[in-house]
C-alpha cells in the first residue's frame, strides 16, 4: 500500500496537470468533430512529456531544488525574469479556467448559475492550498480523479465502432469537409495541453516536496513513467466517447455538459454522478497546482521560503503569492467570460511559449554540476532535442494557426 500511495504525486499531476479543463475540452471537441484522426497529437504530447517529467523527476532529487531555484542560478537572472512572467502570466490564465471549470462542474450538479459558484470555488482551492497537507492534496484529489476511468467503460459499452476508431488512430487524416489549419489547430493544442508549463514547475516542486533523493529515484521516475501515461489514456478514452455520440451528426461540442454526456447514455446516473466527482477532482486539483506553482516560481526566483512543507507562518510571501493568484484568477471568471473561451486561448498560448521551461529543464540535466553522474544519457539527449525542436514547431505555429483559423471556428 506504501508503494501505491508513493505515486500519487505522479497521479495528481497528471490528473490535474494533464487531464484538467484544458484537456477535457480539447478532447471534447476533437473527438465529436475529428473523431480519432488527432489521436496522434495526443501520444506524441503524452511522450515528450513522460521524456522531460522524467527529467524533472531526476533534476528534483538529485539537485535537491525546484526548477526555478537552478534556472535563475544556471541561466541568469534577465533569462529567468523572462521565464517567470512569462509562466506565471500563463499559470494565472490557466487557474482562471480550471476555476471556471469547478464552477461549470458545480453548476452541472445544482442547476445554479456558474458566476455564483467561481467565488466558492476560489475560497476552497485556496483553503485546501493552505491548510491541506501537501499529501493530502496528492492522494485526496489524485485518486478521485481516476473515476474519470467511466470514459474507458463507456467505450467498451457504446457502440463505438471499432474499426473505424482503429482506422482513424493509424491513419491521421484531415476528415471530409474540414480544413487541413483547422485540423492542424486542434492538433497543436492538444500537443499543448500534454505539455502545460506548470506541470513541470509543479512535479520538480513536489519531488522537493516529498523530499526526494537519489535513495529513492526510482520513486521518483517511477511517479513520471506512470502518472504522465496514465494521464494519456485518460484523455484518449475522452477523445474516443465523445465519437459515436456525436459524430454521426456532426454535433459540436462547445461546453463541459456535453463531454459528460456519452457517459450518462452508458452508465446512466451512477456514471453520470461518477464522472461529475472526476470533473470536479481533475478541476480542483489542476487549480490547486497552479495556485501552488505561482508560488513556487515566484519564492524560487526571489530566494524566499517555500512549500507546504513550512507552516505558513514560515513561508508567509509563498502564501501570500499563492492567495493573491487565486484571487486575481477569481475575479477575471466573475468578468462573465466564458470559462470555454479561456481554456482554449490558454492551451494555445501555452502552447506557444513551451519552450521557455522546457529548455531550461534540459540544460539543467545535462549540467554535471547539478546532476553529477546522472547527467543524460546520449539516447535520452537525443530524444529530449527531437522533441524539442518538435516544441519550436509547435511554438511557432500556433499563433499563425490561432489567428487563421479564428481558434478553430
Known amino acids: 500500500m506504501k508503494k501505491v500511495l508513493a505515486l500519487t504525486l505522479g497521479v495528481m499531476t497528471a490528473i490535474g496537470g494533464f487531464v484538467d479543463i484544458g484537456n477535457l475540452v480539447t478532447g471534447g471537441i476533437t473527438g465529436a468533430r475529428f473523431g480519432m484522426t488527432l489521436a496522434w497529437a495526443v501520444v506524441l504530447g503524452t511522450a515528450m512529456m513522460v521524456l522531460y517529467a522524467e527529467m524533472a523527476a531526476r533534476v528534483s532529487a538529485v539537485a535537491h531544488r525546484g526548477l526555478f531555484d537552478v534556472v535563475r542560478e544556471r541561466l541568469g537572472v534577465r533569462f529567468a525574469m523572462v521565464n517567470l512572467v512569462a509562466n506565471t502570466v500563463l499559470t494565472l490564465l490557466t487557474l482562471a479556467a480550471e476555476l471556471g471549470g469547478i464552477a461549470l462542474v458545480l453548476k452541472l450538479a445544482t442547476g445554479v448559475h456558474y458566476l455564483i459558484w467561481v467565488p466558492v470555488a476560489g475560497f476552497a482551492v485556496w483553503l485546501a492550498v493552505w491548510k491541506l497537507p501537501f499529501q493530502h492534496l496528492e492522494r485526496i484529489f489524485g485518486l478521485l480523479g481516476l473515476t474519470l476511468l467511466v470514459f474507458a467503460a463507456a467505450i467498451v459499452l457504446l457502440p463505438a465502432g471499432w474499426g473505424q476508431l482503429w482506422h482513424d488512430v493509424i491513419h491521421p487524416h484531415v476528415p471530409a469537409g474540414e480544413a487541413s489549419p483547422t485540423w492542424l489547430f486542434y492538433a497543436v493544442s492538444l500537443i499543448g495541453a500534454c505539455l502545460t508549463p506548470y506541470q513541470v514547475i509543479f512535479f520538480t516542486s513536489g519531488g522537493r516536496e516529498e523530499r526526494w533523493s537519489v535513495e529513492n529515484l526510482k520513486e521518483a521516475r517511477v511517479n513520471a513513467l506512470v502518472g504522465f501515461p496514465l494521464g ?63 508560488g513556487y516560481s515566484v519564492a524560487q526566483y526571489l530566494g524566499w521560503s517555500w512549500g507546504k512543507r513550512h507552516r505558513p507562518v514560515h513561508a508567509p510571501r509563498f502564501h501570500v503569492v499563492c492567495l493573491v493568484s487565486v484571487i486575481a484568477a477569481t475575479g477575471f471568471i466573475l468578468t462573465t467570460i466564458d470559462p470555454v473561451t479561456v481554456t482554449l486561448v490558454s492551451v494555445v498560448l501555452g502552447g506557444a511559449a513551451i519552450p521557455l521551461t522546457y529548455l531550461p529543464l534540459l540544460v539543467v540535466a545535462n549540467d554535471r554540476e547539478y546532476m553529477g553522474s546522472y547527467v543524460n544519457k546520449r539516447w535520452q539527449n537525443g530524444l529530449a532535442v527531437t522533441a524539442f525542436v518538435i516544441m519550436v514547431v509547435v511554438s511557432v505555429a500556433t499563433l499563425p494557426l490561432l489567428f487563421a483559423t479564428k481558434a478553430g471556428q
Open 232 to 294: 494519456g489514456v485518460l484523455s484518449l478514452t475522452i477523445m474516443a466517447a465523445m465519437v459515436p455520440v456525436f459524430r454521426p451528426d456532426s454535433v459540436d461540442v462547445k461546453h463541459l455538459g456535453q463531454v459528460a454526456l456519452p457517459i450518462a447514455q452508458a452508465l446512466g446516473t451512477v456514471g453520470l454522478v461518477l464522472v461529475l466527482v472526476g470533473f470536479f477532482a481533475c478541476t480542483f486539483a489542476a487549480a490547486a497546482e497552479c495556485s501552488l506553482s505561482t
